[in-house]
């Protein structure tokens, strides 16, 4: 009953793997016989973006089979049902992985993809009531695809399109791979009416990475902690919303506290009925729950506790990042009671 969890919240940075649970990480560990000391498992959080990466190899290494991929997908449907999301763009890097632990051969990317949806159809037919709507996002992983592997998860993307694939994301270790190489292949895919977010801003020294991401003028920004001045004037003007995940920047050095957060360079408060034109869209995301340990109630609360908005302002900036999905007409595609009533409000 607290406010934070009846909020009716929108998740629009999730990475599958990073938000699996503790629990099945540790079985899944054990179950692959990984030492989960040795893997890092019991240190309770990173400290650094490249030991987010280390915990990352980790997780890969648990999550090897299709089985796995499609638990991971029940499960985060049912944590974001439990903690009051109403719709979630999840996003994920397409892996070559087999059916099972028995199985022989490794499946396709159409597989891994499949397997996913399967994972959020078990949920929502299962589910009673009112039900988090699902998106898919299909991540191309900047220092491990190539330009041609980029356009492969294009395609597989499109081949989705009407199974509830909305968009592409650009992720992965920042330090590594060059921006040049991925975007013919998102251009491609904006072509063909698929959104773009991009990772950016993660790492500092990237200032010409972002002018030339700013000129693509990608749907949604995620992260930008590292932005010059001549960049954060021109990210402001752009009008791009940006998916800011605090808990994770903070344990991943990448902000010295929370009350420095960026968040404070682009909130400003909107309510309904003074829309401003030159105000970025912020949307409170939580980049790998499993991983930073903080569900989106928590970010919301961090939010509303270091920058003391009111639960009125709070109310606002998250019916705010409903301007940012990647849903076409959302208002007839929000399906639950809490949301209709956000729509309400709205009007
Ligand atoms: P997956 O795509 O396998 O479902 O989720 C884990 C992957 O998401 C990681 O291997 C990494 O490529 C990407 N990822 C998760 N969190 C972050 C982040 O904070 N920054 C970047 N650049 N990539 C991330």
């Known amino acids: 009953d607290e406010f934070v969890h009846r909020l009716p919240k929108i998740e629009l940075h999730a990475h599958l793997n990073g938000s699996i649970r503790r629990s099945t990480l540790c079985e899944l560990a054990a179950a692959r016989g990984i030492d989960a000391a040795a893997a890092m498992l019991d240190s309770p959080t990173p400290q650094t973006l490249s030991e987010a990466f280390d915990v990352f190899r980790v997780i890969h290494a648990c999550v090897t089979t299709l089985q796995d991929i499609?638990?991971?997908?029940?499960?985060?449907?049912?944590?974001l049902d439990d903690d009051g999301v109403v719709y979630a763009e999840i996003r994920t890097t397409p892996r070559a992985l087999p059916a099972s632990l028995a199985a022989q051969d490794a499946g396709t990317l159409d597989e891994y993809v499949e397997a996913v949806l399967r994972g959020f159809e078990r949920y929502t037919c299962e589910q009673m009531g009112d039900k988090v709507g699902l998106r898919l996002?299909?991540?191309i992983d900047r220092a491990k695809h190539t330009a041609s592997d980029a356009q492969a998860?294009?395609?597989?993307?499109?081949?989705?399109?009407t199974r509830g694939v909305v968009g592409m994301d650009l992720s992965g270790d920042p330090t590594k791979g060059e921006w040049a190489n991925f975007e013919p292949a998102l251009q491609r895919a904006r072509l063909h009416g698929l959104k773009i977010t991009l990772h950016a801003g993660e790492v500092r020294g990237r200032d010409d990475e972002m002018a030339a991401m700013l000129a693509f003028h990608?749907?949604?920004?995620?992260?930008?902690?590292?932005?010059?001045?001549?960049?954060?004037?021109?990210?402001k003007q752009s009008g791009v919303p940006i998916e800011l995940c605090l808990t994770s920047n903070l344990l991943s050095n990448s902000t010295p506290s929370l009350e420095r957060h960026h968040f404070r360079d682009h909130y400003t408060h909107v309510d309904s009925h003074a829309e401003q034109e030159e105000c970025t869209v912020c949307c409170i995301s939580t980049d790998d729950s499993g991983v930073f340990n903080s569900p989106l109630s928590n970010e919301f609360r961090l939010v509303m506790q270091t920058f003391a908005l009111d639960q009125q302002q709070a109310f606002h900036l998250a019916r705010r990042t409903l301007q940012a999905t990647f849903l076409t007409r959302p208002r007839?595609?929000?399906?639950?009671?809490?949301?209709?009533?956000?729509?309400?409000?709205?009007d």
């Open 70 to 79: 499609e638990r991971l997908a029940v499960e985060l449907a049912y944590d």
């Open 137 to 139: 996002i299909l991540s």
């Open 153 to 161: 998860i294009v395609d597989l993307a499109l081949r989705f399109q």
């Open 218 to 235: 990608p749907d949604r920004f995620g992260h930008c902690c590292f932005v010059s001045a001549s960049n954060l004037a021109l990210l």
């Open 332 to 346: 007839l595609d929000f399906p639950s009671e809490a949301t209709n009533q956000l729509m309400r409000e709205d």
